[in-house]
Structure formats: structure tokens, C-alpha cells
């Protein structure tokens, strides 16, 4: 609620004549406050009921009294405005609005929808941290948190939890949120770039995945949180986990990226392969997602095209052909980030020296 409309509503209520309230009212409605911070009808109900009930309550009261509970009433609104102010910093901004209006106790509850889920964290934390004070850890952390947290915001995210230095968020929830796939590959994106501007060896892992999960209120009858549940989480926790084993930095399932309109137009990218993910049967295929083209340097830009032409070759079985490719796209690789080897090339290296002594089955 604004702070200034909050004050007008208790200064006209000690009036006589109700026509000042009616007046404040008409000038609060049709003034820029914003949605997010006014209710019209909550503030209307609750003036004029506080009108009411003071003009009742002030006869036969001195006009110290009448002051002395008017300054009470006035202190009491303050201190719901800053336990509403510090409740969104819990809860949802949106979500606590939902129930405001509503004017309904929050319930356990959830509901199946389809969400896009972003799932990070500081790869290397514990090394960054190991010797720095608590204080220092601490404002080393809510850098990250605010950065990535006003990512996700600026992207029509929902920031569900922080997890030490993991941050989970979902898209298109609890509100539906158009383009939410490509929302949440532009806050991954952002996120890399922010991490790499905010720590010289620090990287972010993270995953993006879209699934059909539950959202809503979870726990007990006393102690409740909004959340997610179901094995889209877990998938996109199992992509986020394996950036170590591949030296990636964020893993997209193929879901999120049919859904964009030329994914591989607008943002660089190559093909990991078809991953069985830890706790599931089937096969996710998976791309690793190294920014917008926009921004890539040459050097990436091409290391991808090479990629991709010798997975092809890879997939097509001409493995000797295929790992020609791949040492010269790791070589793009290494030369563009510094560093002594790309363990994904590598990898794929490896997997066709084998296949060229021991052809896999045909299936």
C-alpha cells in the first residue's frame, strides 16, 4: 500500500462529513499508483469502514483521546505495511497479491502446469569461500543473489528458493507467462554473463528444462512455501549437476529449444548427445547453450559450426571423419576461453577413436 494514500485514508476519518473520504478516494483511484502496491477496493471498503467505526467509537471522547487512538491506528497501519513489505520478500511478489485480493488464508494446495524451470549455482563455491571470513562469504553471496535474482525478474520469472549458492526458479508460473521457454534461455544467458562480470574465475553451472510439474502451496498446515514438485525438477537438477562432468556451463533439453522460434540462429550452441538422465530410462537429448550470438566472439561462433558438422558426422557413423572435426573445434575452444582443454570435445574425441577399433550396433 502507498505510504502517502495510507495516511490520507486515517486524516479524513475523524471528519464529520464522510464527502472528504469520497473525494480522497476518487483522487487515489484515478491517480498513477500502481496496481502492485494499491488495491482500489480494499483501500475503499476499509476507509469507509474505519469512518464508520470511528465516528461511532470517537462520541463522548475528548479530542486528546480521539488523537491519541488516531495515532495508534496510524502506527498499527505502518507496522502492516512493513510485514507486508518484508512477506513479498518470502513469498512471490505476485503470489502474495493473489491472496491479498483474495482475501483468503494461504492452504496447502497444488496444480498441474507446464513450467520451464532454471536451476544454478557457483561451480567451485567452497574454493571461492575457503579463505574468506563470514562476512565476506556472505556479501560474496548476496552479490550473486541479487544479480541473478533481478535476472530472473526482469525475465517474468518466479524465484522459488536459495540454496546455499543454488538459485531455483520456474517460468510461467503462478501466473502463465507468455514465450516462457525463451524467457528462461534469456535469464540463463543473462545469468553467465553476470557471473562472468561479477567473479574473474568464477562460472555458473546451470540447467534449463521444461516439464509438466505441480506448483503451489507444499509442507504442513503450519508451515507452508511455494514450490515444485515432480521429476522436471529433478531432470533439470541432473542437467545442472553434469556441467561438471562435461566442463559445460548450462545444459538445455531439447524441449526448451524446440520451442524457441531458430534457437540455433540467435544463440550459439552444440549438441552434448542423447543423455539418460539419473532416475529416468529414456534418453534427453541435450544442448549446451554458450550465449547469444549477438555477443559471441568469432572464435565460439566457429568452434560451434565445427561441432555441429562433426556430430553429424558422428551421428551419421563416420567416425574417423567426425574426430578430425572435433580436435579442430577443441581447438577453437580452448583458444577462445584460456583454458587447457574442452573436456565436451575431448570427449567426443575419445568416443570415436573407440568406435573406429569397436563399431557400436547398428541400433
Given at each position: 500500500?502507498?505510504?502517502?494514500?495510507?495516511l490520507?485514508?486515517?486524516?479524513?476519518?475523524?471528519?464529520?462529513?464522510?464527502?472528504p473520504?469520497?473525494?480522497?478516494?476518487?483522487?487515489?483511484?484515478?491517480?498513477?499508483?500502481?496496481?502492485?502496491?494499491?488495491?482500489?477496493?480494499?483501500?475503499?471498503?476499509c476507509?469507509?469502514?474505519?469512518?464508520?467505526?470511528?465516528?461511532?467509537?470517537?462520541?463522548?471522547?475528548?479530542?486528546?483521546?480521539?488523537?491519541?487512538?488516531?495515532?495508534?491506528?496510524r502506527?498499527?497501519?505502518?507496522?502492516?505495511?512493513?510485514?507486508?513489505?518484508?512477506?513479498?520478500?518470502?513469498?512471490?511478489?505476485?503470489?502474495?497479491?493473489?491472496?491479498?485480493?483474495?482475501?483468503?488464508?494461504?492452504?496447502?494446495?497444488?496444480?498441474?502446469?507446464?513450467?520451464?524451470?532454471f536451476?544454478?549455482?557457483?561451480?567451485?563455491?567452497?574454493?571461492?569461500?575457503?579463505?574468506?571470513?563470514?562476512?565476506?562469504?556472505?556479501?560474496?553471496?548476496?552479490?550473486?543473489?541479487?544479480?541473478?535474482?533481478?535476472?530472473?525478474?526482469?525475465?517474468?520469472?518466479?524465484?522459488?528458493?536459495?540454496?546455499?549458492?543454488?538459485?531455483?526458479?520456474?517460468?510461467?508460473?503462478?501466473?502463465?507467462?507468455?514465450?516462457?521457454?525463451?524467457?528462461?534461455?534469456?535469464?540463463?544467458?543473462?545469468?553467465?554473463?553476470?557471473?562472468?562480470?561479477?567473479?574473474?574465475?568464477?562460472?555458473?553451472?546451470?540447467?534449463?528444462?521444461?516439464?509438466?510439474?505441480?506448483?503451489?502451496?507444499?509442507?504442513?498446515?503450519?508451515?507452508?512455501?511455494?514450490?515444485?514438485l515432480?521429476?522436471?525438477v529433478?531432470?533439470?537438477?541432473?542437467?545442472?549437476?553434469?556441467?561438471?562432468?562435461?566442463?559445460?556451463?548450462?545444459?538445455?533439453?531439447?524441449?526448451?529449444?524446440?520451442?524457441?522460434?531458430?534457437?540455433?540462429?540467435?544463440?550459439?550452441?552444440?549438441?552434448?548427445?542423447?543423455?539418460?538422465?539419473?532416475?529416468?530410462?529414456?534418453?534427453?537429448?541435450?544442448?549446451?547453450?554458450?550465449?547469444?550470438?549477438?555477443?559471441?566472439?568469432?572464435?565460439?561462433?566457429?568452434?560451434?559450426?565445427?561441432?555441429?558438422?562433426?556430430?553429424?558426422?558422428?551421428?551419421?557413423?563416420?567416425?574417423?571423419?567426425?574426430?578430425?572435426?572435433?580436435?579442430?573445434?577443441?581447438?577453437?575452444?580452448?583458444?577462445?576461453?584460456?583454458?587447457?582443454?574442452?573436456?565436451?570435445?575431448?570427449?567426443?574425441?575419445?568416443?570415436?577413436?573407440?568406435?573406429?577399433?569397436?563399431?557400436?550396433p547398428?541400433?
Open positions: 500500500l502507498d505510504d502517502m494514500t495510507s490520507k485514508c486515517f486524516e479524513v476519518v475523524c471528519m464529520g462529513d464522510i464527502a473520504a469520497q473525494d480522497v478516494i476518487e483522487r487515489v483511484r484515478t491517480s498513477r499508483i500502481n496496481a502492485k502496491h494499491l488495491h482500489y477496493g480494499y483501500l475503499k471498503s476507509c469507509l469502514a474505519n469512518l464508520s467505526m470511528m465516528k461511532h467509537r470517537l462520541r463522548g471522547k475528548s479530542k486528546i483521546e480521539e488523537a491519541a487512538e488516531l495515532m495508534e491506528l502506527h498499527s497501519f505502518s507496522k502492516m505495511h512493513s510485514a507486508m513489505r518484508s512477506w513479498t520478500k518470502y513469498v512471490p511478489p505476485l503470489l502474495c497479491m493473489q491472496l491479498f485480493c483474495a482475501g483468503v488464508e494461504a492452504t496447502i494446495a497444488v496444480q498441474k502446469c507446464c513450467v520451464t524451470i536451476f544454478c549455482d557457483l561451480d567451485g563455491f567452497q574454493n571461492m569461500c575457503m579463505d574468506l571470513s563470514p562476512s565476506e562469504t556472505l556479501d560474496l553471496l548476496a552479490k550473486f543473489h541479487h544479480g541473478v535474482s533481478e535476472i530472473i525478474e526482469d525475465n517474468d520469472g518466479t524465484l522459488l528458493e536459495f540454496i546455499e549458492d543454488e538459485v531455483l526458479a520456474v517460468f510461467n508460473a503462478p501466473s502463465p507467462t507468455p514465450l516462457h521457454q525463451e524467457k528462461a534461455v534469456r535469464a540463463a544467458v543473462d545469468a553467465q554473463m553476470h557471473v562472468a562480470q561479477l567473479f574473474d574465475d568464477g562460472r555458473l553451472r546451470s540447467g534449463v528444462h521444461t516439464a509438466q510439474v505441480l506448483v503451489g502451496n507444499i509442507g504442513s498446515p503450519t508451515r507452508i512455501k511455494y514450490g515444485v515432480g521429476d522436471g529433478n531432470s533439470t537438477a541432473r542437467l545442472k549437476s553434469l556441467n561438471s562432468r562435461y566442463g559445460t556451463r548450462c545444459l538445455v533439453s531439447d524441449i526448451v529449444l524446440e520451442s524457441l522460434t531458430d534457437p540455433h540462429e540467435e544463440y550459439i550452441t552444440r549438441a552434448v548427445g542423447n543423455l539418460v538422465l539419473k532416475g529416468r530410462t529414456t534418453p534427453t537429448r541435450t544442448w549446451e547453450l554458450l550465449g547469444s550470438r549477438k555477443c559471441g566472439s568469432p572464435g565460439l561462433i566457429l568452434g560451434a559450426a565445427k561441432h555441429a558438422e562433426a556430430y553429424d558426422l558422428y551421428s551419421r557413423r563416420c567416425f574417423a571423419e567426425a574426430r578430425s572435426l572435433f580436435c579442430e573445434a577443441r581447438e577453437c575452444f580452448v583458444n577462445e576461453i584460456g583454458a587447457k582443454n574442452d573436456r565436451l570435445s575431448e570427449h567426443f574425441v575419445h568416443l570415436c577413436e573407440q568406435y573406429m577399433s569397436s563399431p557400436p547398428d541400433d
